[in-house]
């Protein structure tokens, strides 16, 4: 029964809740019972609004790979601490090997890109390399998962 709600609220997230009931094969009832069940041990955790970055003018997408001075006992921490306070940061990865973490940086412009990269990107601490990717194309982003 879980599968097939989850299946259904993936491809319709704002679905009513009788028509979830309906196409679950189940009542109102057992529907809420498990929504909330699946909230509350954290499977469903929200809603969100997918935004084409795009349409509001931000025609620049770059991914940045990072490798941080591990030397340093906080460097993770403050790293990514500082970089979540710079509001073009869209994406914030970690890894393990070579690279360590995974910045999405988004832009009106190269300009704008630039003077972000070089303002904030560049001031952030702990950083020993850093590569720099233009998104050119998206070709697939999904988080629909096979349940």
């Known amino acids: ?46 809603k969100k609004a997918i935004i084409d970055w795009q349409k509001l003018g931000f025609d620049v ?20 601490e500082a970089a979540r306070l710079i509001p073009q940061v869209i994406e914030l990865q970690t890894f393990v090997g070579r690279v360590d973490v995974r910045l999405s940086v988004i832009a009106e412009d190269m300009a704008y890109y630039q003077n972000i990269y070089r303002n904030q990107i560049l001031k952030l601490p702990h950083m020993s390399d850093v590569e720099a990717l233009l998104h050119i194309s998206r070709i697939k982003s999904d988080e629909v998962l096979p349940v």
């Open 1 to 46: 029964m879980d599968r097939r709600i989850l299946r259904r609220l993936q491809n319709a997230p704002d679905i009513a809740l009788a028509d979830l009931a309906k196409k679950s094969a189940s009542t109102l009832a057992v529907v809420s019972r498990r929504l909330s069940k699946l909230r509350l041990e954290g499977i469903i955790l929200g």
């Open 61 to 80: 997408e770059v991914s940045l790979r990072i490798t941080l001075d591990k030397t340093r006992s906080r460097a993770f921490e403050e790293f990514l």
